[in-house]
């Protein structure tokens, strides 16, 4: 799980949202409610208020200090820092609240930021070394977390890094467009913010710095102790988990690491807190087989460790994802009969191991699969006890995994014994996320289940109630949301997710227009674009014929023709793609204004991707210039193809797996994308040299593919797991094949286009959305048919669209969708409802629905493709005619 989404969860019970938008709360400090002093002007930034003298001119980059504190000394901390800054007129800014630095310095907050509350900008380095001296000496004995990106200056909350001022932006090497510095050629680079303290390449270290530096090195405590570290586990903010060994012994042990003051809960405790628990939760189990055995503790640099026995075994999380049959595209039933015996068998072993930590008094407080280990010879063990409490206490739970945290109102055994309940039924519909949004859908899911597994009468039923407050069994079916795949279905289902699209806008908000995922406050402008903006949604509403709303089009106009900076120009991800969507809705005067506006952008140095790099751009322009006939806009298109064909190499160029060394296979962020981007260009052009580029690109992105041999699936090997998906696995290469294939035959490639075709069959997908998900697959399968009969035609698209009312919630009376991570509704295209929408049109509606850039079904699918035996992988790189 993403662990970024569980901070935007705390401000709405349905969307997700920025932690800013609770600024001014209970929690807020004095200086974040008042005025700016006289003579000093007050800004609102992200997170953070800023203070800055009026008149003053701050350098755009250099050595800033950074003051960390704890819940309750940050108030006075804050006091302390404001009254030295303000008559010195040194700028600096803050965290609000306490909310905000508890959200900052949580648990998985980011480790190379956690840990910072108040930023000071010294004008140089003279004022640099007065400041932490004299602001030093005021906060000498102050607590706080340790800042892991900065140097830390003496034993206090003051620490200090080279880096950025001002706000300013450029393109990383992999293509994403970050915050930047000068290097020593006057060139924009990314200004690194990791979880070590380095100085730039052309950066000297001033003097003064050098013994704390020094000293941050000493390694001396490592070498004394008789553990060796031999690998990373884990990481959070709150510390790392390591393998290693008992030198004394040989025994291989793990490593808890706990930092002081960080890794906050929202009860407040840091991780030191939670492992005093957790050494005296094992003490208290002592002799159980199915806890971890207590090995020693220690403390090392003011960080506290956990020695504990080294398991022998595997993540229930991990044997789950590798046997659960649905994942294949025809499990049979000797396979699923199979994997049912050993699920309700795992089961069973860990309600007898919970039921034996409850006997000796003790609450786990954060029972979920990746909290189990199951030995080779299948004994299961409860691991990673930092959420354990003494049931006398009658805590709430203070952890939690997505899918498997109690309701608030519960307490002691009961927090294990609902967890319990959810792991019951995730082992076979692993969808218990979404009980956070609509706890009655465990009925829904328990009947499903039902009716796909062999179980015994009744099993769910006490799962069932407990989930639901009492609220049914697994047998009694209430009412739940249906998707029916025909015509009047699709008639009411789009006047419902339009509804509720509609009715959750926000006109009055700057940042988005619709909720969404969380990339709508990634960076500025978020909320506008196509994948996570109103852009996307406005296109989704229009093309299903749900309508145009001049007043969401103003919307996007006016923010469109005035972006903040560091707004992004990529087509899914920022102006490009506003541009499109405008031109789209019929204002083609003010796409034409935002085109002008990126007319002096370096976009050239862009990745060559669909999302947000050089193809999108590419085609983008290349639809402008057809649309317009303008010379220029041909040029800056040719410019574009010119750069992604002189960039994109030779079939080689990429390993044969993403993840060794190259993020991403696939349509948006793949090599797909400049696939599309010739397949485009040779259909404008008739040079043959393109679709010999297209070819080649493809080509790349089925190196990264995978043929399962149990069921001829083809899906993207990102090394670890594969990715069906239309964004970043094989159904979105699937796509373009496709349309190369209309212009060029190619037996390896409609071979590969078969293998990606079943793919998109799967029984089950873990999300709803269009990019990562279902409807991504209903997109697909559709694509073959005429407009309005995909569902007609191929049951595998009916099956699939009736499938998507496993993840339907209804939202104040329509259906709505949830976002990535299931935990809250989303309405953009990416990954909600308006994703969704899109993708029931294309099989449903009676007009062509398709994404940007994509042509009309081929002709040579007039019907579904035979499922011939798939071609050898060495195939898929063969010859193009």
Partial sequence: ??????????????????????????????????????????????????????????????????????????????????????????????????????????????????????????????????????????????????????????????????????????????????????????????????????????????????????????????????????????????????????????????????RPYAGLTPDGRDAVARQRREREMLARLRGLDCVPALHDHFEMGGHHFLVEEFIEGTELNDLFVDRYPLTLARPDEAATADYTSWALDVYDRVARAVGEVHARGVVLGDLQPSNIIVRPDGSVVLIDLEGAADEAEGRRQALGAQGFTAPRSMRGTAVDDYALACLQLFLFLPLTGLLTLAPGKAGQFAREAVRTFPLPDGYFDAAVRLLTGGGGTAGSATAEPRLRPDRAGWAEARDSLAGAVLAAATPGRDDRLFPGDIEQFASPGGGLGVAYGAAGVLYALDVTGAGRHPGHEEWLIRRALRPQPGTLLGFYDGLHGVAYVLDHLGHRHEALKILDQLAGEHWQRLGLDLHGGLSGIGLNLLHFATATGEPALQDAAREAVDAVAARLGPADAVPEVSGGGHPYAGLLRGSSGPALLFLRWYEHTGDPEFLDLAATALRQDLRRCLLRDDDGVMEVDEGWRTMPYLADGSVGIGLALDDYLVHRENEGFTAAAEAIRRAAEGRFYVEPGLFDGLAGMILHLSRAHPAGTAAERDPAVADQIRRLARYAVVHEGRLAFPGEELLRLSLDLATGSAGVLLALGAALHDSPVRLPFLAPPPARHAGPPSHSVPVPMEKYGGETS
């Fill in 1 to 258: 799980m993403d662990k970024r989404y569980e901070v935007y969860c705390l401000m709405d019970p349905h969307f997700y949202d920025a932690p800013a938008r609770a600024e001014g709360g209970e929690t807020a400090f004095p200086q974040a409610l008042g005025p700016a002093p006289d003579g000093w002007r007050r800004a609102e930034v992200d997170d953070w208020i800023a203070f800055r003298p009026g008149g003053g001119t701050l350098p755009a980059q250099g050595w800033k200090i950074h003051v960390s504190a704890c819940l309750d000394n940050a108030a006075d901390i804050l006091t302390t820092v404001r009254e030295y800054c303000v008559p010195r007129r040194i700028a600096f800014k803050f965290l609000p609240d306490r909310d905000t630095l508890l959200l900052a310095n949580a648990k998985y907050a980011h480790r190379g930021s956690s840990g910072k509350f108040v930023t000071v900008y010294p004008a140089d380095e003279a004022e640099l070394e007065v400041v932490l001296t004299e602001l030093g000496r005021l906060l000498d004995g102050r607590t706080g977390p340790y800042i892991l990106s900065d140097l830390r200056w003496g034993d206090g909350p003051l620490y200090v890094r080279y880096g950025a001022f001002a706000e300013r932006y450029c393109v990383s090497a992999d293509g994403e467009v970050e915050p930047a510095v000068t290097d020593g050629d006057g060139q924009l680079v990314p200004d690194v913010r990791g979880p070590s303290f380095q100085v730039p390449d052309w950066v000297e270290l001033p003097d003064f710095l050098a013994p704390h530096l020094a000293r941050r090195g000493d390694g001396a405590a490592l070498a004394d102790l008789p553990y060796r570290f031999e690998s990373a586990l884990h990481f959070s903010n709150g510390g790392g988990i390591y393998a290693g060994t008992d030198a004394r012994t040989g025994e291989r042990v793990v490593l808890k690491e706990a």
